[in-house]
């Protein structure tokens, strides 16, 4: 009797397993190993996105034509390993379209320009507001007059920790 080797009949027969289909095997690197098992488990889902517009003014004939499916990871997030996601609070950049609960999408790898949103870090606490730039002056903005705006001085514990690229939030 020979020992070893693939015998006719045994396993689990194909298809039958957790997934309903035969599967492979893959090496990935251990970091990785959880978000995979998660992406398996709970899905990476891609969304429909119709290639016409949609009217914000008068109404248009629409059609029904898929363009393609997107994956919102890849849509929003253009430095995976340097992006993180934090949750906004208080009224200070409503103006800016950035209101409390909203998601923000943020980017450590991007430089602060002027003009840009940022999330800066002022005496140990998060902060989100308009970074600008005024001669020698680095200013944080609210986008709401009801604020008033911080001064980087040289001696303040302040710095920048990432530049928000995209904000979700319900309507």
């Known amino acids: 009797m020979t020992r070893g080797g693939a015998r006719k009949g045994a396993g689990r027969p194909k298809g039958q397993g957790k997934y309903g289909e035969a599967t492979k095997a893959m090496r990935i690197p251990v970091s990785k190993a959880s978000y995979v098992s998660k992406i398996i488990n709970k899905g990476l889902y891609e969304i429909p996105l119709y290639g016409n517009r949609v009217a914000a003014g008068f109404p248009s004939p629409a059609d029904d034509y898929l363009e393609d499916k997107i994956d ?95 904000v979700i939030h319900n309507l």
């Open 72 to 166: 919102l990871n890849r849509y929003l997030i253009k430095h995976p390993a340097s992006t993180f996601l934090v949750r906004a609070s208080g009224n200070s950049m409503i103006n800016a379209g950035i209101f409390p609960n909203d998601i923000l999408i943020v980017d450590r790898s991007l430089k602060a320009q002027d003009g840009k949103v940022v999330i800066a870090v002022v005496d140990g606490e998060l902060t989100v507001k308009r970074y600008k730039l005024k001669g020698n002056k680095k200013i944080l903005e609210p986008d709401n007059p009801e604020y008033k705006p911080i001064f980087l001085e040289k001696e303040s514990e302040a710095y920048i920790w990432g530049v928000v690229t995209n």
